[in-house]
């Protein structure tokens, strides 16, 4: 059984940083893709990065330079560091894992397996 489970998350002044972690069981973070997504209050759900299972990332590109995706496979864990953080990064941000040997692919419908998501509230 999959199982993902997000953590770091809390509240923050604006200009601050975070580090969420992604902790999986049941899927290697070296074999599969992994995500981070986010979810504003009454917004869509949005991609945010992502890691290929060979180390590859790609960043949304409104978020690029703020956000960096990592991973240590010894740990099988996935991070999200966030730098500078804005009111506008206020949302719950999900963990995703994605299909076997797959790409750093920032389509939700590409990942089968959500973590129940960790808040990130942002004060000005």
């Known amino acids: 059984q999959v199982q993902l489970v997000e953590s770091g998350g809390g509240l923050v002044q604006a200009g601050g940083s975070l580090r969420l972690s992604c902790v999986a069981s049941g899927r290697t973070v070296n074999t599969y893709a992994m995500g981070w997504f986010r979810q504003a209050p009454g917004k869509e759900r949005e991609p945010v990065a992502a890691?290929?299972?060979?180390?590859?990332?790609s960043y949304e590109d409104s978020l690029k330079g703020r956000f960096g995706i990592s991973r240590d496979i010894a740990k099988n864990t996935v991070y999200l560091r966030v730098d500078s953080l804005e009111p506008e990064d206020t949302a719950v941000y999900y963990c995703a894992a994605g299909g076997l040997w797959g790409s750093s692919s920032l389509n939700d419908r590409d990942y089968d397996t959500w973590g129940q998501g960790t808040q990130v509230t942002v004060s000005s």
């Open positions: 890691i290929s299972w060979s180390g590859l990332t």
